[in-house]
């Protein structure tokens, strides 16, 4: 049975050099093949990110647009109320007109149902006014009856490319007519910036027939066709596309209040030339890393066989009963590992250390949680009226307790803003009217237990606002701001716009809210409270010592 393995051995009879450049193929071979996957999918990662960076800067360009179009609507909203229109003194109408729209690039019209234009502020009033030059929008707008956006066409008064924004109205005498803002091509150019797009990328504006409005690209003029004429035909979002012979990446967006469409567009190769050159680059270090080796692996073999040349001419000596002196070789195994040894004890000693400081670390949070666990699970018990609902109070609680923690673990080492603190806590009480929820105040960095602390007061002081306070209506506001007086903190909570019954009030005092201030707040924080009761709402105002905030050990022996 060890003939084979025999065999085996006496056919693989090699130098060392031969072994040692298997080996360093076999673990560079391997490592180059990964490296390929993992560039890869960073290529792919970035292109997904690349991507996204590119629907953002389309978005910003669509949003910058509907901004200028949103308020061109609010401006024709406020001229249709104009007495001057009502009373048909288009000659004020204008003098009102030209000193609204002063200091913008935008006029006012009024085209009838001939598209005769009645009013136009490019010119002096009086002056003798042509037919609308875009009579196919203005009439779809007449027709439909809503306000709409034309598609670019060129003025005949301004003599340049415009676009319009109409509203109909009808006036008192019966006469149906449109209200008209125009607007030059050339002011949307501000819209379309490049500074937000990657180098190679253009960006333009298009209307719905594919009229270039706005770009980024020179070669793309304004009331021109864009070159790629895949309008509307073009899909939404990314896409790539050919045109004579070149393919194109092409992000889209399109705009419901104007009905345009905002495009990004680069050409494929030179998206894709930085990851081809990144695989040339792999490829070629790859190989010169491999020669390198192999070469470093032959001197070394070289190196290793006139040791064991040296080894085996001791070894003839002494067989000869020649005297062999103490030689020095290249090969110092014994000491190698001697001093990995060392190197590997003392790290050890290192890491207990550390693991019996995380160990005790983390036992003293622990008791902190369990202790502060406990007290709201005595506070919840006392003030439920049934099980569910304790087990719903208690569930927000340790949920409040939660967040904290988070909190405190994202943050263990830089301290726990407090900015962050509160807008996490209040996050889950805040109404669909964002603005009724109010944190204003300077940035102050928190230990871990003051954080945990601060955390569950906000939290209580919000559960009692969505019950009885300023969030348990549709239109009371909840205010929370600090300032940082000398040594201490300030923090005001102000409820204002809520429905008081003070009896109410004065009992709900005597909860778990009451205590996370009055005890943990005074007794954890040596904070000083003081509760006021307005007539629309309650008031805390609580000065905390800046030093207790960042004090941590002191706070270790806090009892709650």
């Not at 071979?29 to 993992?38: D, Q, T």
């Not at 309008?231 to 092409?250: E, F, H, K």
């Not at 590992?337 to 290192?350: F, G, P, W």
């Not at 629309?536 to 706070?555: H, K, M, N, S, Y």
């Amino acid at each position: 049975m060890d003939a084979k393995p025999a065999e085996a051995r006496r056919r693989m009879h090699y130098p060392v050099a031969f072994y040692l450049v298997c080996l360093i193929l076999v673990i560079v071979i391997p490592a180059f093949l990964f490296s390929i996957v993992v560039l890869k999918r960073t290529n792919e990662a970035q292109e997904r990110i690349f991507e996204s960076l590119l629907r953002t800067s389309t978005t910003a360009v669509n949003r910058a647009v509907e901004r200028e179009i949103s308020g061109m609507f609010s401006t024709l909203n406020f001229l249709s109320t104009s007495e001057n229109l009502q009373n048909g003194d288009y000659a004020d109408l204008h003098a009102q007109a030209v000193k609204t729209l002063e200091g913008t690039d935008i006029n006012f019209l009024i085209i009838d149902q001939t598209m005769r234009q009645l009013l136009n502020t490019r010119v002096p009033y009086g002056t003798a006014l042509s037919a609308a030059s875009d009579p196919v929008s203005a009439g779809m707008a007449l027709a439909r009856g809503e306000r709409m956006v034309s598609d670019l066409f060129f003025g005949k008064t301004a003599q340049q490319w415009v676009f319009n924004v109409y509203q109909p109205m009808r006036l008192p005498n019966g006469e149906h007519v449109l209200l008209t803002l125009t607007k030059n091509a050339d002011a949307l150019r501000r819209a379309v910036n490049p500074d937000v797009l990657s180098p190679g990328w253009n960006a333009a504006v298009l209307d719905s027939r594919g009229t270039i409005i706005a770009s980024t690209d020179e070669k793309q003029e304004t009331g021109k066709p864009f070159f790629l004429r895949v309008v509307p035909a073009l899909r939404l979002g990314v896409s790539t596309m050919g045109q004579d012979g070149v393919n194109y990446q092409v992000v889209t967006e399109f705009s419901s209040l104007a009905g345009w469409r905002m495009i990004a567009w680069a050409k494929s190769a030179d998206v894709q030339a930085p990851a081809v050159s990144s695989f040339l680059w792999l490829a070629v270090g790859g190989l010169v890393f491999a020669l390198l080796a192999a070469v470093s692996a032959i001197g070394i073999a070289r190196l290793l066989s006139r040791d064991v040349r040296l080894l085996a001419a001791d070894a003839r000596r002494l067989g000869h009963g020649e005297r062999i002196a103490a030689r020095p070789y290249a090969i110092s195994e014994l000491e190698t590992v001697s001093r990995a040894l060392s190197e590997a004890a003392d790290a050890r000693v290192k890491s207990e250390n550390e693991v019996r400081f995380l160990m005790r670390e983390v036992a003293h949070r622990s008791k902190n949680q369990l202790t502060v666990i406990q007290a709201m699970l005595n506070q919840s018990a006392t003030g439920a009226e049934n099980a569910a609902d304790f087990a719903e109070t208690f569930r927000r609680r340790v949920s409040g307790l939660a967040r904290s923690t988070d909190l405190m673990i994202a943050n263990a080492t830089d301290g726990i803003n407090l900015v962050e603190l509160a807008k996490n806590q209040l996050k889950p009480f805040t109404p669909a009217d964002a603005s009724r929820v109010r944190i204003a105040g300077p940035a102050v960095l928190l230990d871990p237990q003051a954080s945990q602390t601060l955390g569950m007061a906000l939290h209580e002081l919000s559960t009692n606002a969505t019950k009885y306070g300023a969030l348990a209506n549709d239109k009371g506001i909840v205010s929370l701001s600090w300032v940082t007086s000398g040594e201490n903190l300030a923090l005001i909570w102000r409820e204002s716009k809520a429905s008081i019954d003070r009896e109410a009030v004065t009992t709900r005092r005597k909860g778990f809210g009451s205590v996370v201030l009055e005890r943990m707040l005074g007794m954890a924080l040596d904070a000083k409270l003081e509760f006021l009761v307005h007539d629309d709402g309650i008031e805390w105002r609580v000065t905390i010592p800046l030093a207790r905030l960042r004090d941590e050990d002191a706070q270790q022996g806090a009892v709650y």
